[in-house]
């Protein structure tokens, strides 16, 4: 009943900052645990951090931590992933997912974005 929209991404060099947003309509992210992935082609999609329903961080891959923050915004019905000091590994593309009842950062979600690309360039 969720639909999900990620936007935000783009080109920027190693160093840069980017902030990636998902706007929800259809339903209230309140009752929504919610996470950001990345895949690349030929790779498995991985898990960059989860939030639960009440605004704590979950779970976050170990290879962003300290630099990429994940937050919501219920009156906005929005996530956001503010991504900081980025590297050229995390060039991918970024979707974010919501689920009513999993969270985590497996690709267990129900509800998913159809992605937005971010590029980083030396």
Wanted: charged share 20%; net charge positive; aromatic share 10%.
């Amino acid at each position: 009943q969720v639909q999900l929209v990620e936007s935000g991404g783009g080109s920027v060099q190693a160093g840069g900052s980017l902030t990636l947003s998902c706007a929800a309509s259809g339903d209230a992210i309140s009752k929504y645990s919610l996470g950001w992935f990345r895949q690349v082609p030929g790779k498995e999609r991985e898990g960059v951090a989860a939030i639960g329903i009440g605004g704590l961080p979950i779970d976050s891959t170990s290879s962003v931590k300290g630099r990429f923050t994940i937050s919501r915004d219920n009156a906005k019905n929005t996530l956001y992933l503010q991504m900081n000091s980025l590297k050229i590994e995390d060039t991918a593309m970024y979707y974010c997912a919501a689920d009513r009842f999993y969270w985590g950062t497996r690709q267990r979600y129900q509800y998913w974005g159809r992605g937005t690309q971010v590029t980083v360039s030396s």
